[in-house]
């Protein structure tokens, strides 16, 4: 089975921190993607990225970045870190056409105080 | 705005009845899917249908789609507690790569 692991279940950093969330994922998948959801709002892509060192941005951008320094993982950057980014964070993987069939990792519940 | 609406926004059947969810969607599509997401976790794939098909099946659940009508539903059959989740659908616009998500149908099955 496709295994997508995100480092951390729960995080709570201080506003303006830095933050780095991280993405494994161990079948080789070209595509990877990260989204937040939030209550009311569905999932909201952020960036995503077909190949190693390739991004492009999603619906909602503003306030991130991301890095794809290796095909496995994929890392979203919050460069300061803002009460409005208080969210879950869910990164998924697919393979061939981008979009069919993502596989989800388990979610990070970031609190930003 | 958002490109798919399920509804309804939540459902609470008992264990062994059939749970219908629906979903709309504004502009044509490339294929549509549902996801399935327990509390707290990531959301899990269940099933995707193309725009050129009206029908597909998986077990227990079947997924129609009514293009004319930029809808889709997805059954679930003989419903179980373990089914207990909230179901997303999400469309990929014709032409286009992103996939869009609605904001989920909560569904309950009571033992």
């Known amino acids: 089975d496709v295994k997508v692991t995100q480092s951390s279940r729960y995080l709570v950093k201080r506003t303006g921190e830095k933050v780095f969330l991280e993405c494994v994922q161990d079948?080789?998948?070209?595509?990877m993607f990260w989204y937040r959801q939030d209550p009311g709002l569905g999932l909201r892509l952020i960036y995503f990225?077909?190949?190693?060192?390739?991004?492009e941005k999603g619906d909602i951008p503003e306030g991130y970045s991301v890095s794809r320094e290796k095909k496995e993982r994929f890392s979203l950057i919050l460069e300061s870190a803002s009460t409005n980014q208080t969210s879950m964070y869910l990164c998924?993987?697919?393979?061939?056409?981008?979009?069919?069939?993502?596989?989800f990792g388990s979610g990070t519940q970031l609190s930003v105080l | 705005s958002q490109q798919g609406e399920e509804d309804p926004q939540a459902l609470s059947i008992q264990e062994g009845e059939n749970a219908t969810m629906n979903c709309s969607y504004k502009?044509?599509?490339?294929?549509l899917q549902w996801y399935r997401q327990n509390s707290g976790r990531g959301l899990v794939h269940l099933i995707l249908?193309?725009?050129?098909?009206r029908e597909k099946h998986s077990g227990r659940l079947r997924v129609t789609l009514d293009t004319s009508k930029k809808s889709s539903s997805l059954l679930i059959t003989a419903s179980r507690a373990a089914d207990t989740a909230s179901y997303f659908c999400?469309?990929?616009?014709?032409?286009?790569?992103?996939?869009?998500f609605g904001t989920g149908t909560r569904l309950t099955v009571i033992p």
């Open positions: 249908i193309r725009s050129n098909e």
């Open positions: 990225s077909y190949d190693v060192k390739m991004k």
């Open positions: 998924a993987s697919s393979s061939g056409q981008p979009n069919e069939k993502l596989f």
């Open positions: 079948m080789d998948h070209e595509n």
């Open positions: 999400a469309t990929v616009l014709t032409g286009a790569n992103n996939l869009f």
């Open positions: 502009t044509s599509i490339n294929n």
